[in-house]
């Protein structure tokens, strides 16, 4: 077991992880986007909401196992690693650090400063430099202990869980009033093309749900994970589901299913009807604060994949070192978050991240395969077995694999460019390795 960082995360913790995580921007700005992309026709766009929903919780028990059986820092990383070998496991580690986690927390900022430029204008060096500070406040948080880390984590999502179904609340108070809803819900199938769409409209949902799979990464700091990873992923994602249509519903009784699928940002859309054009702003409070909190979850979750890579001498070596006194991998996540303001700064993020996020999935198969790897040796206690093995597992791999496949159809080039910035880890994994130690790595 993995001594180093101390075991300080609970079941809530854990929980409030996951939600806070993965509830970015994406609910207060996508929707209109996923209606707009099955003709507005809302049935189909609140089933893909759910199916969404319904695949990351196959992942998700997936994880859950892998995590119980094997609860170690880096979560994912190590799956590949112990299963498949260093080489994937480092591209992922790789791809997370300079493309995927790098440009996810650059994005979030820059989103964070734009949102609260609504609020106070503001010149654009002024922005970047509040984005540069957001990272930099929440990086001093992280490197003092994941225990104050995961606190901020904690009121973060609290807040910002509240904060929607506050807004769900009042928009089905003071909308076109629930009846309307359920209206568009009875005439949703007058479309020919109802489902046509229905696949792009599950790439959307799948963005507002991504996040879920960085709560692996902390498997080294949580109190008695063989019981609280499951239990989190099953909590956590049922709640997300809950909350992503119970925010639908509210813009539903707001907009009508055209005006709700013409619209950039559902939120500030359905608000302004309901509570007038001034409320804006309160909008662009609610999406920064929820920002601020995917931003803290993530730096304190991908930060751990670094450490590890750098404990196998796959990574800088520095960024094994723990703190003295705080007990955290202080340089991995100054290291991360560093790079992250260089992105943020300069402007760079936006296509190195567009380019790559879609391979993140294609890691998220493969490691979810390595269960079947995992299942064939004894050494790896099963405590928490997934249910309806081998269907879920199998059920989630297919669908990460049909949504690269449907990105490398549907955007060939840029999908190329994405796959070719991953495997430019190559040449650095080989230096790595010539450099590593002789002991053999990913022993349990």
């Known amino acids: 077991m993995d001594h180093g960082l101390p075991r300080t995360l609970g079941l809530r913790d854990l929980t409030l992880l996951v939600i806070g995580t993965v509830i970015g921007s994406g609910i207060f700005l996508v929707p209109g986007a996923v209606l707009a992309q099955v003709h507005g026709s809302v049935l189909p766009a609140l089933l893909a909401w759910i ?5 990351s919780m196959l992942g998700a028990l997936t994880f859950g196992e892998l995590s119980a059986a094997n609860p170690r820092a880096g979560g994912i990383y190590v799956y590949l690693r112990d299963a498949f070998g260093a080489f994937p496991a480092f591209l992922f580690g790789w791809a997370l650090f300079f493309a995927i986690g790098g440009g996810a927390n650059a994005a979030l900022a820059t989103a964070f400063s734009a949102n609260l430029a609504q609020v106070i204008p503001m010149s654009t060096t002024t922005e970047k430099l509040l ?6 406040l929440v990086t001093i948080v992280n490197v003092r202990g994941a225990r104050q880390s995961s606190n901020l984590q904690n009121w973060m999502t609290t807040v910002k869980v509240g904060t929607i179904v506050l807004m769900s609340v009042v928009l089905l108070s003071l909308g076109r009033t629930s009846a309307g809803t359920v209206a568009n819900l009875r005439s949703a199938g007058s479309d020919g093309h109802l489902w046509s769409g229905f696949g792009l409209a599950m790439l959307g949902v799948l963005w507002a749900y991504e996040g879920w799979q960085y709560a692996t990464f902390s498997a080294g700091e949580t109190i008695d994970p063989q019981r609280n990873f499951p239990r989190a992923f099953f909590i956590g994602l049922a709640a997300l589901v809950a909350v992503y249509l119970f925010a639908n519903l509210g813009y539903l009784a707001a907009l009508t299913p055209s ?8 939120a500030a859309a359905s608000v302004a009807t309901v509570v007038g054009p001034g409320s804006a702003k309160l909008i662009a409070i609610a999406i920064a604060i929820s920002i601020f909190g995917a931003v803290n979850g993530t730096i304190l979750t991908s930060s751990r994949v670094y450490y590890a890579m750098a404990k196998d001498g796959l990574f800088f070596q520095k960024l094994a070192e723990i703190h003295p006194r705080f007990r955290t991998p ?5 290291s991360g978050s560093a790079w992250a303001a260089i992105l943020a700064a300069t402007g760079t993020f936006e296509q190195l991240f567009t380019y790559t996020v879609f391979t993140g999935w294609l890691f998220y198969g493969i490691a979810a395969a390595s ?14 077995s ?9 059920l989630f791999i297919v669908a990460a694999a049909a949504l690269v496949a449907n990105t490398i159809l549907a955007q060939p080039r840029p999908a190329a460019i994405g796959l070719g910035i991953v495997f430019l880890g190559a040449p650095a994994y080989l230096v790595w390795r010539a450099r590593k130690p002789s002991e053999s790595e990913g022993q349990i």
């Open 51 to 55: 199916a969404g929903g319904a695949l």
């Open 371 to 384: 269960i079947f790897v995992y299942r064939k040796r004894p050494e790896h206690p099963r405590p928490y």
């Open 131 to 136: 984005a540069v500070g957001m990272i930099a």
């Open 259 to 266: 005006a709700l699928a013409a619209s950039k940002s559902a």
């Open 330 to 334: 202080a340089f991995a996540v100054v």
């Open 386 to 394: 997934v249910p309806f093995y081998p269907w879920t597992p199998l």
